[in-house]
């Protein structure tokens, strides 16, 4: 079956805007996350979905929000963009939130120039 | 807040080589799992360790838990080019939430 899906896988944006991210997780699940990965602070955890709820959220700004839709799918947005917010974002999907396997997509490479 | 140290940060070696690297947490796992990300892609995960003093073994890898259940290590034996990667491990605090180590960067030599 299809793996976790992440549209765009490059992204290139300018200080001051703002960008919306995709994830499909896997069919059948239920639960998606997403995770921040950098050089500097390594993966860092940013929100969690299940259910069209969030159920858990990392240490971000406001700046960084997210929504899940009633197929499982899920968006996270980031306004307002800093020079700091470059990195790979990073999605996840789990049938459920207390599954012990989460499936990472490869995620979305996000510059800010 | 809790810390992850992994060690070393970086590790390169020959190919057939054996090598270990380390997990470490200032506060007790709620459960350990250990994850390998290939460049370009997201971390796959390779085990799931909850029991104090566990090995799991994956072909050439072996994992350990220590007693205490707040460190861990990855034994690979006889290393080869496509261990080459990004070792991660994580806290599973809860439900799809990781709390991630700092990551050992192994790279492994033809």
């Known amino acids: 079956k299809a793996g976790v899906t992440q549209t765009p896988r490059y992204l290139i944006k300018t200080r001051g805007q703002q960008v919306t991210l995709s994830c499909s997780p896997i069919?059948?699940?239920?639960?998606v996350s997403w995770y921040q990965q950098t050089p500097g602070q390594g993966l860092q955890f940013l929100f969690e979905?299940?259910?069209?709820?969030?159920?858990n959220k990392g240490n971000f700004p406001g700046r960084f929000s997210g929504r899940q839709f009633s197929n499982s799918r899920s968006e996270m947005n980031v306004s307002t963009l800093e020079l700091g917010d470059s990195a790979l974002y990073l999605c996840?999907?789990?049938?459920?939130?207390?599954?012990?396997?989460?499936?990472f997509g490869q995620g979305t490479r996000l510059t800010v120039v | 807040t809790q810390l992850l140290e992994q060690s070393p940060q970086f590790l390169s070696i020959q190919e057939g080589e054996n090598l270990t690297v380390y997990c470490n947490s200032s506060?007790?796992?709620?459960?350990l799992q250990w994850y390998r990300q290939e460049p370009g892609e997201g971390p796959v995960l390779l085990v799931t360790v909850v029991t104090g003093g566990e090995v799991k073994k994956l072909k050439r890898l072996t994992f350990q838990f220590g007693d205490a259940r707040k460190d861990s290590s990855l034994h690979i034996t006889a290393a080869q080019p496509g261990d080459t990667g990004l070792y991660l491990c994580a806290d599973q605090t809860g439900a799809n939430n990781l709390f991630f180590g700092t990551g050992t960067r192994l790279t492994v030599i033809p």
């Open positions: 979905y299940f259910s069209e709820t969030q159920r």
């Open positions: 996840a999907s789990s049938s459920q939130p207390m599954n012990t396997e989460a499936f």
């Open positions: 069919s059948g699940h239920r639960s």
């Open positions: 506060s007790v796992f709620s459960s």
